[in-house]
């Protein structure tokens, strides 16, 4: 079996599994409680909150723990529209190529009253600096740009965009859920204000993630209940959960050089590869991408039916194109990127992680280029 999807999901890595046991079994206090099992459960959560802010370069009680990307992004856009509407604030700004958390919370807003602007891209998959700032005004509050996407790796000019943020006076929030761990990232140095991260894609558990907030930038809440983080996000603190994601990263951002080498030499050979079979298109800019991720077009193919048949071969990879929903619609993303309807509906995204080996590439090309030339048979 290759499992190059590791955009959709990572395995946890053995050494944030073993940091979890304990608090799934002897130690199942609760982090909110006085006593010696809650206070050491306490203790374990401010030290994965240190370990994380120090890998961010934020401090401590910046970091704020959620149950992942989807509520990171849903938090970072409604909390900080509601906080600074208040103040007459109701414009947002964010980018056609967002994850459907963001895309999604933005038209939420939008039906509550607030004003979107979605900025388009170019067709390597970039959002233009000087496109935010033309878009800002008087009544912006937010910009929300992703700092990696997830279909084509493409990564943001994301310290550009602080800076015009900055200058501007709005607040900046990047979606890095698929940057973190695998891209270095100083909140300081790039005038990031808010921040979301999630577990699962960097060989973490599932259900746990984290909002980096500055201090200034705290937004409302989402979710009333206990007081947990500070009043900022009610619920019992997910303790195993936390702990596994601090381990988790700190341990990416140890090999993350040697992992970047690693990774990208797999995906060029990959890629090298895929490029020979007739009739395939890279989709997304070729060198500012991350390491790992590969997206690639096949004309007169469907995506779909090239998955299932990658599946047979014993290949884990994901469609570029169909959402989650199941619906048959070929991927926002490569169709703002000016990419043809047809050739977005032959899209193949392979994202390589930790535990992808090198021999793994020829393999690959071999699979995908017999499926490729079935499949096209057949039609
Ligand atoms: N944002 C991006 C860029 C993602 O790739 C994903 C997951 O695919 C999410 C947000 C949602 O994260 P989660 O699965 O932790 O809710």
Redesign the pocket.
Known sequence: MIYADN???TRLSEEALQKMLPWLTENYGNASTLYRMGREAHRAVEQAREEIAKGIGASPMEILFT???????NWALKGTMRHLARKGKKHLITSAI?????LHSAHALEKEGYDITVLPVSKEGFVDPDSVKKAIRPDTALVSI?Y???ETGVVQPVTEIGAVCREAGVLFHT?A??AAGILPIDVKEQKIDLL?A????FHGP??V?FLFCRRKAVPDTLLDGGGQERGHRSGTENVAGIVGMAAAFSQALSEREEKTERLSALRDRVQEGLLKIPGTHLNGDASRRLPGTLNVSFEDLDGQSLLMELDLRGIQASVGSACNSGSMTPSHVLLEMGVPYKTAHGSLRLSFGRYNRPEEAETLVREAESAVRLLRDRR
């Open positions: 955009a959709a999901t149950s992942g990307g989807t509520e990171s992004d967002e994850h459907h958390a963001v992703m990696a996407n997830n979606d859920v698929q979301s999630s577990a699962h894609k599932k259900g993630g």
